[in-house]
C-alpha cells in the first residue's frame, strides 16, 4: 500500500508503483469513481489505439489514393505468394522426380555427404556436388 499526501493546491502525487501498474504516462486522463462505502476507483480513460501507419493512410486518404494503392498492395502480396507456392511446387516435384530416379537406377547420394554438401552451401562456401554410389546389388 502506498501513501502520498494532498497539496495546498490539491494535487496528489501518484506513486510510481501505481502509474507503473495502471500504465500511466504523462498527459494520461483519469476518472474517478465513488463508491457508495466511501471508497473511490481510479480508471485511465484510453486513447483510442492508433495503427501504426495511420498517418501515411489518413495522408492517402486526402490524396484520393488510399484504395488504389491498398489494392495494388494486395495484388503485389498475392502474386509474390503464388510465385513462391510455384517455387515450392517446383521443388517437391523435382525431389518426387530424383527419388524415382534413383529407386529405379539404383544409383543415388550418400546421406552424410549430401549433409556435408548442404552445411557447405549454407556457409556460402565453394563445394562440389556429392559423388553418387550405387546402393542397390
Not at 21 to 50: C, H, M, N, T, W
Not at 56 to 82: C, M, N, P, T
Not at 122 to 135: A, F, N, T, Y
Amino acid at each position: 500500500m502506498s501513501r502520498t499526501a494532498v497539496t495546498t493546491r490539491g494535487r496528489v502525487t501518484i506513486p510510481k508503483r501505481l502509474r507503473d501498474y495502471l500504465g500511466l504516462s504523462p498527459g494520461d486522463k483519469l476518472r474517478f469513481e465513488y463508491a457508495d462505502d466511501g471508497a473511490v476507483r481510479i480508471v485511465p480513460l484510453r486513447k483510442p489505439a492508433q495503427s501504426k501507419g495511420s498517418r501515411f493512410d489518413d495522408f492517402l486518404k486526402a490524396e484520393g489514393i488510399y484504395d488504389e494503392v491498398q489494392a495494388r498492395a494486395l495484388r503485389r502480396a498475392l502474386a509474390e505468394h503464388v510465385a513462391e507456392t510455384k517455387r515450392h511446387r517446383s521443388f517437391l516435384d523435382d525431389a518426387a522426380r530424383a527419388d524415382i530416379a534413383m529407386h529405379e537406377s539404383g544409383v543415388g547420394y550418400a546421406m552424410p555427404d549430401v549433409h556435408a554438401y548442404v552445411a557447405a552451401k549454407l556457409g556460402s562456401e565453394q563445394v562440389k556436388r556429392p559423388s553418387p554410389v550405387k546402393w542397390r546389388k
